[in-house]
């Protein structure tokens, strides 16, 4: 027992180390089915978002859509194949078709066939304005001046256009240019 108790007199010692024996029991009781006040559990799921409502309205509405339109595609096959028996390919549109201007439009479409073909004839007729033979020995000449300006002399062209080294060795043409760099006195 505390000081404060064993100072306060009470008549029958054994009766109050009983009581105070249940209340202290008591109390321990108390704090072991204490609950907490804080809720610190998940919170509860919301139905609606399991559910998600407005996605299977939506999905039944489309399978609603193709139910729909298989038994129609059904059905015409189904008259297809009762009353037709084959392959429907007749073009029953062309009976019906009464163009007025049919006969105008084809004078047009032969008068603009006649004068393409004048245009193509007077086009492979024309002589070209553009020599490549001349093209060609101005680029050799290029090709020579710049052979007798630099100073690592570049890969020779072919006629293809291409460029060919001179060395297999050196994509410069100059096999010492490394070794004459890493050779400089300090």
């Known amino acids: 027992m ?3 108790r064993k100072a306060m007199p009470v008549q029958n010692k054994a009766c109050m180390a009983r009581h105070i024996q249940r209340c202290q029991e008591r109390h321990q009781q108390k704090l072991r089915d204490m609950k907490c006040s804080i809720d ?6 919301a139905s609606h978002l399991k559910t998600k409502a407005k996605k ?10 193709i139910e729909t339109e298989n038994r129609l595609l059904l059905e015409k096959m189904s008259h297809i194949m009762r009353f037709k028996g084959g392959i429907d390919c007749a073009n029953d549109s062309a009976k019906y ?11 047009e479409l032969q008068r603009i066939t006649k ?4 245009i193509l004839k007077r086009i492979n007729a024309a002589r070209p ?6 093209w060609e020995e ?12 630099c100073e690592f002399k570049p890969a020779h062209r072919n006629l293809g256009g291409r460029h060919e080294p001179q060395d297999d060795d050196s994509i410069f043409g100059y096999l010492g240019l490394y070794d004459a760099v890493d050779n400089i006195p300090e």
């Open 2 to 4: 505390d000081r404060g």
């Open 40 to 45: 610190n559990k998940c919170p509860r799921a």
């Open 56 to 65: 299977n309205a939506l999905m039944e509405e489309r399978f609603a859509q």
């Open 97 to 107: 078709s009464h163009s007025l201007s049919k006969e105008r439009r084809k004078r």
């Open 115 to 118: 004068e393409n073909q004048k």
């Open 129 to 134: 304005t553009y020599n490549h033979m001349k």
């Open 138 to 149: 101005e680029a050799q000449r290029n090709d020579d001046i710049l052979q007798n300006i």
